[in-house]
């Protein structure tokens, strides 16, 4: 294990390109062992103000450099974060606590949206097309909106920043980001690496803070012209309707209820691979973690039985161990909401088939630990089946067929991620055609989206926008449409044309 340490005890601001003090502070605490980190700031409004204020200065020439040069910076970014991999991996797992092999994999994301998206800065494509009239030339491009907001969650502190902050900025935009107050030391991070990279100063601008405050504080901003928010569904509702006042634009990923559907053809072997990777990895903590498993009734029982087996050898602990597959929960009021959501499956009538407790013993004293959980002969409708409970429990719920599969996976609010285990071609067409999330996955869990494709879901999962991927640019980016006449006469659109 490491014994790694920050530098500071106490994060500071970054805006316009100062390290500004913050007089007060909260403590950051590492979940699996309790302990103290480092204290994260509790910015006011004043200073949100502040940090847009040095955006909105410092964007207007930053939409004048070159894109291919805008994107130089995010090039430099990938390499001193590659460079850094292992110390960012280790911090990471250390603020929130999920196993290293993960944090290693979620840095790396990062890393890679670096080089995709320094990439744009070479794309960014428009449209060229034809004219109406005679003589006249039509094109639509890409134009930055200005300054942006991103709110990010403190399951993915690296990972969800880099997708929205790394568009945003190569599309020639200027950030303030407030990071989770659980997970601030990535954001830290992140910030001095985009200052050794030579980001001018007040293109990235973090404000350490509570939501109620800065995120408030953003929200309501005139400035801000975009917000880009992963968190809870209540939240981004909140914001939702706020920046709809506004005519703000907003793009907002807000969880999932993700199943993976075993059929009575799949290899089971492989299906029980898959849902002990998106079921316990991150200890169930991700928008995409699967926390439904729609069985075929056929081979219900076998599964369940494998499933068991497997359960039993998962090691729990702190994930800075290299042995440890399932880390700790983020923090008491985490356990609290997965603890409730125990009661009510057992008071609904679901079957408890191991786990369901709190590990609270020898080294799992200090920390934030849960037994990963598996719940079998649950009903579709049942609130375990249907409410995000962001822990490691699963559901089984049991179908006739393939039909009533598809079916049960799309009767949520939530239309984040999905999966299906199957050799059955045809229905491998139909699961990808019929489930209805953003995200398809065949013959694999519910986890793993890669970061050159589009990030969101369907219905209660967000507003329609997507992170990563080409995408992202739709969220950071306004389109123009341009028009050169070059008649030498006044040409009258609609009017003019010669028939
Ligand atoms: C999240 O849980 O919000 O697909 C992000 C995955 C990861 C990202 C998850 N690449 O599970």
Redesign the pocket.
């Known amino acids: 294990m490491t014994t790694l340490s920050l530098e500071v005890e106490k994060l500071n601001n970054f805006i316009n390109g100062e390290w500004v003090d913050v007089s007060e502070a909260q403590a950051v605490i590492n979940p699996a062992t309790g302990e103290e980190i480092v204290q994260v700031p509790l910015s006011t409004k004043e200073m949100v103000d502040e940090a847009v204020a040095a955006a909105k200065a410092a964007q207007k020439e930053w939409a004048l450099v070159p894109a291919p040069q805008r994107a130089e910076v995010l090039y430099r970014v990938g390499y001193i974060m590659k460079e850094r991999k292992e110390r960012l991996s280790q911090l990471l797992t250390m603020e929130n606590g999920k196993v290293i092999e993960e944090a290693r994999g979620e840095v790396q ?1 990062g890393i890679d949206m670096a080089f995709y998206m320094a990439g744009e800065g070479r794309r960014l494509f428009g449209q060229t097309t034809p004219a109406e009239l005679k003589d006249k030339f039509a094109m639509s491009q890409r134009a930055p909106v200005g300054v942006v907001g991103i709110i990010t969650p403190w ?2 502190p690296i ?2 920043a880099t997708w929205k902050s790394f568009p945003a900025i190569v599309a020639g935009n200027a950030v303030v980001w407030k990071p989770a107050t659980e997970t601030p030391i990535m954001a830290y991070e992140l910030a001095k690496i985009f200052e050794e990279a030579g980001l001018p100063k007040g293109i990235i601008n973090v404000v350490f803070g509570a939501g109620s405050v800065v995120g408030e504080a953003m929200v309501h901003h005139e400035a801000i012209r975009v917000i880009s928010f ?1 968190g809870s569904n209540d939240t981004g509702r909140n914001i939702a309707s706020e920046c709809g006042k506004q005519l703000k634009k907003v793009s907002l990923e807000m969880g999932g209820k993700n199943a993976v559907i075993v059929m009575d053809d799949a290899d089971l072997d492989l299906a029980v691979e898959g849902i002990l990777w998106s079921a316990f990895g991150t200890s169930g903590q ?3 973690a699967c926390s439904r498993v729609i069985v075929h009734e056929k081979v219900k029982r076998t599964l369940e039985e494998r499933l068991l087996a497997a359960m039993d050898k998962l090691s729990i602990g702190n994930g800075l161990d290299e042995s440890i597959k399932v880390g700790p929960i983020i923090n008491q009021s985490g356990i609290a909401k997965i603890k409730q959501y125990i009661e009510i499956g057992k008071a609904e009538g679901a079957d408890l088939l191991a786990g369901g407790y709190e590990l609270t013993e020898d080294a799992h004293e200090n920390g934030y630990y849960f037994a990963p959980t598996l719940f079998t002969n649950a009903k579709a409708d049942m609130r375990i089946a249907q409410e995000e409970i962001f822990g490691p429990v699963v559901s089984i719920i049991p179908v006739a067929s393939f039909e009533e599969a598809i079916e049960v996976n799309n009767g949520v609010t939530y239309g984040l991620s999905s999966s299906i285990f199957t050799n059955d071609v045809n229905r491998v067409f139909k699961a990808q055609r019929d489930l209805d999330t953003g995200i398809v996955y065949v013959n694999a869990g519910t ?3 890669e970061i050159h494709l589009p990030f969101g879901g369907t219905k209660g999962t967000g507003n329609g926008h997507r992170d990563s991927g080409i995408q992202a640019l739709d969220v950071f980016t306004e389109w123009k449409a341009i028009y050169v006449d070059y008649s030498g006469k006044l040409q009258r659109a609609q009017i003019d044309v010669e028939s």
């Open positions: 994301e399951n993915f990972a969800i992963t991700r928008c995409t986890t793993g989206a």
